[in-house]
């Protein structure tokens, strides 16, 4: 089969595999389409996972059951299926919480395990999802960044009426913005350096928004009748925004910090307004569980706007190209790798 490695920072090289077979409770998927995600960009960039390389990256993947290892149950040969990218031990107290990156033993498929850039790849079975057969592959390669959002929203707490502020306008907060909506979110709020991507997020459900940083908190006071946003989410990975997003809620609110910094990034708090005014911040960056049984269902139903991110796609053999451009594609929400259709 062939695979993608990514031999270090910014290098991918094409290689020659024999097709893995799946063991005791492991499934091998026919991958047809892996979306790039962000965190792929800070490994290929040499910012996060550097320590796993040589590594084959790719998690935001759909495909087909091609082959069941002994005392595997429920699944079936040649159904579509999505697989959750996240593989604790499955016992620990933070696995039976669904906490699974706490988990000990953890591994990530495509950030400490070779992952999806490949023409197949071996999954633990009790991870996989199988989909309905009519859903475009495009459309369900997008589960797991959806699922990162599910996640977000519950940790947040979100509901009716509440005011949402999504700092950052691209795939993942567009998608933000999209699950603000149909909660019940109301304004939604977007800021973004590009126009583009703000107008996109204004057509996906915002209420308004701006590629001014300067401007935003003036909206967003004006939005709030002065008392600021009762959720800000952060989902670009900027110091200066989670500063930005202290100054933008409002008494009593809360942060949301889902954008990946730097281990050496640190939010300083105002500790006694954050008690007086008993503000939170909640941090949740990978969905995992019932969250993608939940993305799943919502893409499934047509409630997601998926068209914006599903046009742009790139063979295996050019996977170099792709994320070497990436970059200048800022009205691409997504990009993904076609391998096997």
Known sequence: MKVAVLTKPGCFAMEERPVPRPGRGEALIRVTRVGICGTDLHIFDGHYAADSLPMVPGHEFTGRIEDLGPEVTGLTIGSKAVVDMNIGCGNCYWCRRNEVLNCPEMRQIGITTDGAFAEYVVVPARLVIPAPDHIPDEVLALTEPLACVVRAARKAQVTFGQSVVVIGAGPIGNLHVQLM?????????????????????????????????????????KATGGRGADIVIESVGHPALYRQATELIRKGGHIAA????????????????????ENSVKGSVAGMGPDMHDALTLLVHGRVKT?????????????????????????????????GE
Not at 181 to 201: C, F, K, M, N
Not at 258 to 275: D, R, S, V, Y
Not at 313 to 324: G, N, V, W
């Open 181 to 221: 909506r149909t909660i019940g979110a109301a304004p939604i709020i977007v800021s973004d350096l590009s126009e583009d991507r703000v107008q996109a997020a204004i057509e996906a459900g915002a209420d308004a928004g701006t590629s001014d940083p300067d401007a935003l908190r003036d909206i967003v006071m």
């Open 258 to 277: 889902f954008g990946l910094t730097g281990p050496e990034a640190e939010l300083p708090l105002p500790i006694l307004q954050t008690i007086l005014q």
């Open 307 to 339: 068209g914006a991110f599903t046009g742009t796609s790139f063979p295996l053999a050019k996977i170099q190209t792709a994320f070497d451009t990436i970059r200048d594609r800022p009205s691409d929400l997504k990009t993904q790798i076609v391998i």
